[in-house]
Structures are given as C-alpha cells and as structure tokens.
C-alpha cells in the first residue's frame, strides 16, 4: 500500500519526512516524493525506485528549506511507478500539493469533468483528479474547499493536503484509508500507520472514516464529516517499531492472512458495477473470445495452484478446454499454441523467470496473452496483451496468501465474464456467480474468524513429520495450495493428492502415523470423498476433514472437522483456503521457524 507523511513544527519538514517515508518502507513502494511550504511557496521533488534516490537529491532534505510539508511513498495501482505518476500531485497553478492513499473509483468521470474545465493533468494516477477539485472549489476558505472536494470522491482514501496560502497548515482526510495524527510538543505530524510516528511521539489520535484535521504546529482541530469541530481521545502506542510494522502482528504473514478481506474488497468491488462485471484491462471482445479454441494457464508455486482452481472453473462454464501447466514445464514441452489460444499468466511479483519465458514462448507462437499480477508495471504485465491486476496491495512475507487468493477472485470474475461474454451462462446464474464473488470478502473473514480452532488443532498435529492433503475437482486444486503452505514455512513433508488417485500405489505409505486432511468442500463429489476418508481411516491414518458448514454427515467420519463458510460451489476455494495458511502458519509457529523468511526460499524467483 501508498504511505504518506505530514509534518508541522519548528524543524526543517524535509528531513522528518524523509526518515517518516523511511518508517513506512516496508510497506511496498516503486516511488516517492516530498512538497514542503516556504515562504508562501511549495516546492516539490520526487524520484522513482527507492527513496535512497530522493534522499540523494535532495541532500537529505537539506536542500529543501520550509517547516510544513508531507510526503509519500506509492505502491503503484492506476499508471507505471515513473515520476510523474509519483506523488505529492501539484495544482496547475501550484497552490496545492496532494499525497493519497487508497483509490478513487470514480476517478475517470471526474477527470473528464476536469479536463473540459480546461485543468491539465499530467499523470495517469487516480489521485491527481484530488488536487484539481481542491483548486476548482477553493475561494481562500480551506476547510471548505476539502469538504467540497471529498464530496465528490468515491472509493478509499487517506490524503495529506499543502496549501501555499496557509503556510504551517496540513490538512489530513481519512476514509476507508489508514490515517493517524501524532500529537507532538509545538509540532504535529500524521501518517499512514504509527511506525512513522514513535519516533517523534507515542500520544496520536486515530480518525474514523469521513473526519478530517487541520494540523499546525500548535494545534490540532478534529472536524466530522459535517464539518463540525469534534474532540478526540489521545492515545498512547505502546508497539515498538516491529510490531507496528506488522500492525501488531507478529508476522507479516498473519497480517497479510488477516489482510485479504480487505485486499479481496479491493481486488473485486471495482470490477462490478450495479451487478455487472466490468474488466477495464481486459481487452478481448465476444468476437475474439469466439476465435478461442483453447485457454492455456500458466505460472509457477502458488500463482499456479490458483491457475489449477482457475481451469475447473472456467472450463466448467466457458466450455472452452483449459488446462493449467506448470511454467517451468510449458516453456520447454513445445506447445501446440496459436492465435486461437488465450494464454492466462499469473504472477504476484510479476518477476518470475519461469513465467516470464513461458509468456515470451507462447507468443512467440501466437498466443493471446492476460496477466493476473499484483506488481504494477512488473515484467509480466508489461510483456502480456492485457494486464487484469490483483490490488493485494504489497506482499511481504514470502508464503503467499493474499496473494494468492486475489488471483483466484480475478480468475472467477474473469470466468464469469467471459462465459457471458459468449453466451453461455444464463442470466439467473450469472447474477447468482456475481452475487457470491462479491460476498467474498465476507465469507473469506467469518473463515478467519475460525483462527482460535485452528491454533488448536495445529496444537495436536504439529510433530506430524508427513500429511497429506486430499481433495477431488477444485478441492484437490485447494489441496495444492494448502500442502505447499505447509512445507515452505514449516518444513514438514506432505503431499497433495487427487483423492480417488490414492488406492492407485500412494496408500501404501498411509499408517496410523499420518495426518490425513481431507477437503470436502465441493459438494458434487462429497460421497466420494468421504469414501475416500474411510480407505484412510481403515488404514489407520487420522483425519482432519474440512467440510461445508452444511455438512453435518462429515462429523461421523473423521477425527476432527473444520466447517468453511459456505458460498457457491464454484467460489468454495477462497473461504476453504483460509484455515489451511492458517494451520500452516501454526504448525510453522509452533515450530519456531522463520514464518516470514523460510530457508532457502526467495519472495520473487527471478533466475531458473
Ligand atoms: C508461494 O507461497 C511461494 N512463495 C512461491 O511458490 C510463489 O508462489 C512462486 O514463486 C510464484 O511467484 P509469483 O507469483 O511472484 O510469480
């Protein structure tokens, strides 16, 4: 996610907000900047890449002189991490500086407003339509201004405001955005989390979403949404610097664990409107989709078990074949590809030297190319036809979860779409599918809220030195992920297996020393399954099965259960994901291992 910083007080702002942007590098960035007022003028510099580079240009802020500025670093979502999409953005006449965190969903009507009311913009982001609605309205009444203005926002936001006309002041706005104000002595400060914060000062005050501030160095006065004057409680941070990094979490994986309503909100609610699926990035018609005799998925690790979930979904309602291959493997096995296949390719870091040869190969060979990936401006979205991104916001630990998750959302929009697109799914169910992928984000917390049985059952199972994960159609797919999960941060062997595969030679290895979690989720095949947990049982295995909370028959057959949240049978990979990172995560916990760096493993592998 974007950070920003605000600084009022009797220091130079530069260098405070240097060290704040510094604070908040964890976060994930491809581009920073600094405005600070002086004098009645505001001066801005901004760079690409890391802030070592606007560090380096502006001589550690020194070169910068002024008390009052804010600052950001960017995690690109709308338009490539360049300069000029870099914030603070600038009025054309220069009066005011904007720093955003979030997304402005209805950016582009408002741009067009803009633009035929003769304003110039520069860069292709969301946020610079802010700074121009803040020229328009303003007539020397500030607060105003902002109010007018973020009545005509949509979407998500935490801004930072400069006006060169009120020298001292910053004004911050909160909504749906992280937003914290610190409370310091004869200076103030805000910021997108308190890590940018301790630092200076541990008294802050928390806004709530549509409240806004004005900040000078001696003062800080808290509005409502109404624009009437509030007061707030001060409260003490009692986080050290780590912990706040991880939002008190003690990993970045539990955090982005805990993250993923959120990063699916964002990743599916700006794809449909009034009960449509709009694909702005997708660029192939009904007409071309109708060419397409074949869709190939490919990428590598999880982004290709979130591939595997994909091709039973679309295959099921485009009725186009799919199949989903492993990168490393389609790039040497000479595909039989053409113009009239749609290759998908999905990457979270967008880097990965597997995927990257397996797109450049398939268009070698005439592929129609999509990519599904969380790093705008990565290698992967720049080399595809079309880019559909995940908005996860940055992953840091290197066990994917929200990452993962949000691909298999794109993917289930993606499906929908298209088999609409062609004809082929009709209305009722179409509106049923639309209904359930936007319930997600929902279904995926109430699955979180299973955390605390999770923990205990990992409690029992975590000396297992082997587990298998068996499922059948898209459980098996889930299988996948969830087996990996397991043995990038713990480091216990398991394996993912088709369940009616297992009587085929792999039983053999089942004893009462194995840890068997079958997944039950895809009801179609439930009978199935559960004969399957009884070929284990019989020989002597434990069995943890995770079931539909409808599913009341599994209790008769296994050891232990978990009930997922329940949604569409085709939708059942997300909610049926969420307690498997979670045993990961505790499994791996209780064995104190590295959660968020495991041996041997990289976040990006960007070499074969
Ligand atoms: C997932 O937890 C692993 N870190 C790994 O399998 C990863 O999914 C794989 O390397 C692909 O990475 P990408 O999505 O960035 O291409």
């Not at 292709?124 to 973020?150: F, Q, W």
């Not at 405001?161 to 805000?190: W, Y």
């Not at 999509?370 to 401006?377: D, E, K, P, R, S």
Request: hydrophobic share 40%.
């Amino acid at each position: 996610m974007c950070g920003i910083v605000g600084f009022t007080g009797p220091q130079q702002a530069a260098p405070v907000l240097l060290e704040g942007l510094k604070r908040l590098e964890y976060r994930g960035y491809d581009s920073a900047g600094i405005a600070v007022e002086s004098g009645g003028k505001i001066r801005t510099e901004k760079c690409s890449g890391y802030l070592e580079n606007l560090v380096k240009m502006t001589d550690g802020g020194k070169a910068i002189p002024g008390n009052c500025g804010i600052g950001h670093t960017r995690w690109a979502t709308h338009g490539a991490p360049t300069v000029t999409n870099a914030h603070p953005h600038i009025s054309n006449d220069g009066h005011f500086a904007v720093v955003h965190n979030g997304i402005i969903e209805n950016y582009a009507q408002l741009r067009e407003e803009l633009t035929a009311k003769g304003f110039i913009f520069y860069s292709e982001t969301d946020t610079e339509v802010v700074v121009h609605l803040l020229d328009m309205y303003y007539t020397g009444d500030l607060k105003r201004a902002v109010m007018k203005t973020v009545a005509r926002l949509e979407g998500s936001y935490a801004l930072g405001v400069l006006c060169d006309e009120k020298p001292g002041e910053l004004i911050a706005v909160k909504n749906a955005s992280p937003l914290i104000l610190g409370v310091g002595a004869g200076e103030n400060f805000f910021a997108s989390d308190v890590t940018a914060l301790i630092g200076h000062t541990r008294t802050v005050i928390y806004l709530e979403d549509g409240e806004f501030a004005s900040l000078t160095p001696d003062k800080i006065t808290v509005y409502d949404p109404a624009g009437r004057e509030i007061s707030k409680p001060l409260s003490q941070v009692m986080w050290n610097t780590e912990a706040a990094e991880k939002g008190g979490y003690e990993h970045f994986m539990l955090k982005e664990i805990m993250e993923q309503p959120r990063a699916l909100k964002a990743t599916i609610e700006p794809r449909v409107k009034n009960g449509e699926i709009v694909l702005e990035g997708f660029q192939f018609g009904s007409d071309q989709l109708k060419e397409i005799n074949q869709i190939v998925i490919t990428a590598c690790g999880s982004a290709y078990h979130a591939g595997y979930v994909g091709r039973y979904i679309m295959e099921e309602l485009c009725r186009i074949p799919t199949r989903a291959e492993l990168a490393s493997e389609l790039r040497y096995s000479k595909p039989i590809i053409d113009e009239r296949t749609l290759l998908i390719v999905i990457s979270q870091s967008g880097e990965t030297a597997d995927t990257i040869a397996a797109l450049k190969e398939c268009k070698s060979l005439g592929a129609r190319t999509l990519a599904i990936v969380n790093v705008v401006g990565s290698t992967v979205a720049k080399l595809a036809d079309s880019v559909l991104y995940t908005w996860a916001g940055p992953e840091i630990a290197v066990a994917t979860t929200k990452g993962y998750t949000t691909q298999i959302a794109v993917l289930e929009l993606l499906a929908v779409y298209i088999a609409r697109q062609l004809g082929r799914l009709e209305d009722k169910r179409y509106k049923q599918l639309v209904r359930g992928i936007c319930a997600l984000p929902e279904r995926c917390q109430r699955a979180i809220d299973l955390n605390r049985r999770v923990e205990k059952l990992a409690g029992k199972h975590y000396k297992k030195t082997s587990l298998f994960y068996i499922g059948r159609n898209l459980d098996y797919a889930v299988a996948m992920e969830a087996s990996l999960k397991l043995k990038e941060i713990s480091y216990a062997h398991s394996e993912a297996y088709a369940a009616g595969e297992l009587k085929h030679g792999t039983i053999a290895l089942i004893d009462e020393n194995q840890l068997v979690v079958a997944l039950a989720c895809y009801n179609a095949l439930f009978d199935k399954l559960v004969s399957n947990v009884k070929e284990v049982k019989a020989r002597g295995a434990q069995v943890l099965a995770l079931a539909r909370e409808s599913q009341r028959r599994i209790f008769a057959e296994a050891d232990q259960v978990l009930l997922v949240p329940e949604t569409d049978e085709l939708l059942m990979p997300i909610p049926e994901i969420v307690p498997l990172q979670l045993f990961a995560y505790y499994v791996a916990k209780a064995k104190g291992c590295d959660i968020d760096k495991p041996k041997n493993l990289a976040k990006s592998v960007t070499v074969e």
